[in-house]
Structure formats: C-alpha cells, structure tokens
C-alpha cells in the first residue's frame, strides 16, 4: 500500500515537478532578482551615482507637484513616488504596461536629473509576477505553477518521508551523477522548505483573486494600482509640502510612499516600508486648497490577513540583511528546482535518449537554468552600451534580454538534437562566466566619464553579485569537463 | 550578529545531527563515541538560535530564526561533504 502510494506521488513529482518547475525556475530567479529590483534600477541609473544623499525639501516636493500638474493637463496619468532609504530620488511614475517609468527629480530642488529610461530591476518584478505576459494570462500561468509547486512539495515529502530527516545533510558529490545531483535536490529541498512553503503559499494567496474572481476583495485586480486611473480632471491642485507635513503627521515621519492624484483628491499613501502589515492606507486631502478629507485605513479582519501575507511576500519593511536572506533562499530555491529538472533529463536520458522530446526537455532545462542567468547580464551589459539618450531605450533594453534568452534556447536545441548538450552547457556557462567577470570592468568603464566613486553602494554589490555569478559559472564548466 | 550567533548554532546543531548518522558516520569512517553530547547540542543549539533571535521583534525573529535553519543546515552539510570527500581519499588510494 505504502509502496503504490509512493510510486503514485512519484509519477505526480516527476511531471508536476518538470512542467511546473520549467516555469518555477524563472519565476523563483526573477523574484530573487526583484528582491533588489531597487538596487538593481539604480545600478542601471548610474546618472544617479553622482547624487548626493539628501532629504526631500518643500521646494523640492512643490516643484515636483507642478511637473504632475504639467503632465496631467496633457492627459498623461502619473503619480509621485517619495524618496527613501532604498532609492533616494523622486520619481514620476507611470505603468507602461510593463513597469513604473518616469523622470527622476532631486529631492532637494526637484529639477530632472536626466537619467536614462530603463525598466531596470522592475522587468525582473514582472517576468516574476506575470512572466512579461501582462495581469491576466502571465499572472494566470504563475499561479497555475505555484499551485504545482505546492503539489510537488507534497508529494515529495511523501516520497521521501522516511529519509528526510537522516538525510538532511547528506550530499554525496562522489556519488553517481544522478545521485548526487538528487542529493542536492533533496538536501537544499528540505532545508529551504520553510522558505519555499512561506513564499509559493503567499505568493498563491495573494494572487489567489485573479485565478478565482469570485473570492476577490479588491486587492487582486489592477483597480488599486497607483497609476491606472485616469485623469479626468486636470485642475490646478495646492502646493503639496503642507499636505505631505500633514500626512507624515499621521503616518510618522518618511513613511509616505507615493502620492496619486485623483479628480476629487490627492492622496498620500503610507509608504511599504512603514511596517510589516502592507496596507494602502491614505490621506486625503482637496486638491483645490489642501484641506485634509480624511484618513482612509484598511479594515481590521482579511484584508489586514491579507496585508500580513503580502508583508510577508514582499518584505519591503525588512532590513537590508533580510533581504539578502530572501536573496539567498530564492536562489537556492532556483537551483534545487534546475537540479530537479536535470535529474528529470537524467532519468529519461535512459529510456528516451536520441528523441526529439527529450532533446526539447534538455534545451528548456539549459534554457531556464543557464540561459536566463546570461540573458539578465546581458540586460545588465545593454544598460550600459545603449545610448543614454535613446528613444524608448528602455523597450529596447528588454528587446535585449529576451532576444538573448531566445538565443540560449535556439543554442539549446541545435546542440541537443546534435547530441551535443553537454558541449551546450559548457558554451553558456562560458557565456555566463565572460558577461559576468565582465560587467565590473564595463561599470567602471561607463561610469569613469561621470562618477565612479569606489564605495560600498549598489554599484558594488550588483558587480560583485555578476563578478560571483561569473566565478561559479566557470567552476561549474570546468566541472563538466571533470566529470566527462 | 543575532543572525550570525543563530546561523552558528544551527549550523552546529545540525552538524551535531549529521553525525548522529549512521549513513554520514560511514561516509567520514568514523563511530559515534558521543552520542549523548552530540544529542543534547542538537536539542539545545536550535533553541539557543531561538533564543537569540527573540531579541529582535515579531516576525524578524521568527524568519531569522527559519532563514538561519536554512543557511546553517547548507553550511553543516557543505562541511560534512568536504570531510567525506577527504575521509574517501585515503580510503580510495588504499
């Protein structure tokens, strides 16, 4: 009984855990960069570099205002996002359907800092989110294999029950390809799973609403997103220092997020950041002479469960080394889930060697394993040698990464039906290794002629991270030749 | 360096239950001479790390303290897989 039960859930595993886990991959690798998706848009800002760090002014705010104000009357739909700790300059947003985009102000004067438009780290927020494939279908498939991931976590308990615990740290790398590579998949599996549980749950719930309408409050459509409504009323609105002292008043200093600006009011929202709760609370002020409406706070009940879910989520109140705890558990989460799809192309190799399915198994596996890490640095490497000043440069950059991710798949699959797979992880981890040892080199370069300034910043972590993205992978070629 | 204190206890205790093994104790060729030691830091040290990471609020203690179970548990079997592959080449040349 035992035995059919483990043999069922194996099945279950194996083909829940590859079609699933082709798509997890990605959207595991693209929240673990969106982690830093901040970080990441001012890396691909190097404009900002030269910027000193300064507190936003009532000038600042006022000009700001009148910028908004300016954009409204041509019926452009924007919003302001505040300075903080993460990213200290205004912003005026607005959503290309993609990504929030818009100039960057000084917080102190709020005149344009002229920076060159990119997606930056919010194209990673998206491929994560909705796989670049918009709120309905995108989001739709991501939820689709969060609940496979949830399927797959189970079933791999069951299989594995016995041995979870003795083989908790058990990784044998001498051991037979398959068995080591399943060691891995086990050992990071079991470690992470608090993790990967918490994350693939709440991710599920907060989504929840898209896949199943009729249980929606509200949160899960695009309705409340800053930047969708439009502008029907472009009347002049009161300066907007007093009500930002008024809001910060109620909300504590530097926790106002963004202000939206709506015909009948201009709204002040309580910053991510300000707790571990995610709320959309307001204030409300009249845009006609700036008298507080009111203080609009999410009710107590699901949708402050809901709120602790997306804290939990997102983690936009946790301190920096959170976050790199967040990092760091996405990334392991990718590459046990990459190790269970090798294991897959492993068994199968056996039964279903020289066929054109197993061909196409393998190239998606490099394609998701390999070729998306060389497609983000690509995106990184476009940053800097697309001319600043480009029109829609930003569209172009993104043109960049999945022209090169579909490359590594056309690489993929020439070298597998040529029998060659082996020869075609060498060639993209040596890819990996150039563009990631690289992009320091390329960052002090393109940055020498305005303002390279060695520090500890976001210039150095992001090079750092590609300079060891770099180094594994050419540990990882190196161990292919090995193990030939 | 709360993360840092939980992150060595995990990574302890969980050493301390790698070696309880049967499997890892054949791996690295080695018996079990403490076996009441080695039981009682793998139930101690875990609630040490909670105990540190109580010191920060809720819920950063509590995904401190899940995170670090994480990391320390990759870090002790990282540890042990070296000191196998090390106990294996003597075994091997032999």
């Not at chain 1, 004067?109 to 194209?123: A, E, F, K, P, S």
Request: overall charge positive; glycine content about 10%.
């Amino acid at each position: 009984m035992r035995d059919i039960l483990r043999n069922r859930m194996g099945w279950l595993h194996t083909w829940v855990g590859f079609v699933s886990g082709l798509v997890l991959v990605v959207v595991f690798t693209g929240g673990t960069l969106a982690m830093f998706d901040t970080e990441i848009t001012r890396w691909m800002q190097p404009e900002l570099a030269m910027l000193p760090q300064a507190p936003l002014t009532a000038e600042g705010l006022n000009h700001a205002g009148e910028q908004v104000q300016a954009l409204r009357e041509k019926e452009q739909t924007v919003f302001l996002a505040l300075p903080s700790v993460r990213d200290p300059v205004l912003r005026i947003l607005h959503y290309d359907g993609h990504a929030f985009v818009g100039p960057a102000l000084d917080p102190r004067d709020g005149t344009d800092l002229n920076v060159r438009q990119t997606q930056g780290g919010q194209l990673f927020f998206d491929l994560h989110q909705s796989l670049y494939r918009g709120p309905v279908w995108g989001n739709m498939v991501t939820e689709v294999v969060g609940i496979g991931l949830l399927v797959a976590v189970l079933s791999g308990l069951i299989i594995h029950f016995r041995n979870l615990v003795p083989d908790l740290v058990l990784f044998r790398p001498f051991a037979a390809p398959g068995r080591a590579w399943l060691d891995a998949h086990l050992m990071a599996g079991v470690l992470m799973l608090p993790f990967i549980v918490m994350i693939t749950y709440t991710g599920v719930v907060i989504h929840g609403p898209r896949l199943f309408p009729m249980i929606s409050n509200g949160h899960g459509g695009k309705a409340g997103r800053p930047g969708h409504d439009r502008a029907h009323d472009a009347a002049p609105f009161a300066p907007l220092a007093p009500m930002w002292k008024q809001a910060e008043a109620v909300f504590g200093e530097g926790n106002i997020g963004f202000i939206r600006f709506e015909p009948r009011a201009v709204s002040f929202y309580r910053s991510d950041a300000a707790d571990f709760v995610m709320t959309r609370d307001r204030v409300d002020f009249s845009p006609r002479d700036g008298q507080q409406i009111g203080v609009k706070r999410d009710e107590r009940g699901d949708q402050s469960l809901g709120g602790i879910i997306r804290g939990l989520h997102y983690v936009r109140w946790g301190t920096l080394g959170l976050r790199w705890l967040y990092f760091i558990c996405g990334a392991i989460g990718s590459a046990m889930m990459s190790a269970g799809l090798v294991l897959f192309v492993i068994k199968y190799r056996r039964t279903h060697g020289g066929t054109v399915r197993l061909a196409l198994a393998e190239a998606l596996t490099l394609a998701v394993t390999l070729g998306l890490p060389l497609a983000s640095l690509g995106f990184l490497w476009s940053n800097r040698l697309i001319d600043p000043s480009l029109a829609h440069r930003e569209l172009l950059e993104a043109k960049v990464f999945f022209l090169l991710w579909l490359c590594a798949l056309l690489h993929g699959v020439l070298r597998s039906c040529t029998g060659l797979v082996r020869t075609a992880w060498r060639e993209q981890a040596w890819g990996i290794a150039a563009l990631g040892c690289g992009l320091p080199l390329l960052d002090v370069v393109s940055r020498r002629a305005t303002a390279f300034t060695p520090g500890l910043d976001v210039y150095l972590a992001v090079d750092a991270c590609a300079f060891g993205i770099g180094i594994l992978a050419l540990w990882g070629q190196s161990m292919i030749v090995h193990d030939r | 360096m709360i993360a840092f204190i939980a992150l060595l206890c995990w990574m302890f205790a969980l050493l301390c239950h790698g070696l309880l093994q049967p499997k890892i104790q054949r791996l690295l060729g080695v018996g079990c001479k403490h076996r009441a030691l080695l039981q009682g830091l793998r139930l101690v040290l875990p609630l040490a790390a909670l105990a540190v990471c109580m010191r920060q609020p809720m819920p950063l203690a509590l995904l401190l303290w899940l995170g670090m179970f994480s990391l320390g548990g990759l870090m002790a079997g990282g540890m042990l897989s070296v000191a196998s592959v090390r106990a294996r080449k003597p075994r091997a040349e032999a």
